[in-house]
């Protein structure tokens, strides 16, 4: 089960770095402050099932992609509450 988590949650972060890569460097997909709200609760998702992910770890494959998935939802997490926040400050 948690195998199957740690997969899901790195497919989850990659949705939400795509969106946000979209999002705030290409094309508006949808109102930014909907989007960004959008996105910080999937990467917010993808930070907690990666946590969870992190118990089955058998083989340096799982290590990594758990690493990498923690790592990098954490991260758009912090930048995406900061671009909320502000947002909100000025809205």
Request: charged content about 5%.
């Amino acid at each position: 089960m948690s195998r199957t988590l740690n997969v899901w949650s790195f497919l989850i972060m990659f949705i939400s770095v795509g969106l946000f890569l979209a999002q705030s460097f290409v094309v508006q997909i949808m109102q930014p402050s909907i989007g960004y709200q959008l996105m910080l609760a999937l990467a917010m998702l993808a930070f907690f099932l990666g946590v969870i992910g992190m118990f089955s770890i058998d083989n340096w494959k799982a290590a990594f992609r758990s690493i990498l998935t923690v790592f990098f939802s954490a991260s758009l997490s912090v930048v995406l509450t900061f671009i909320v926040f502000i947002g909100l400050l000025f809205d």
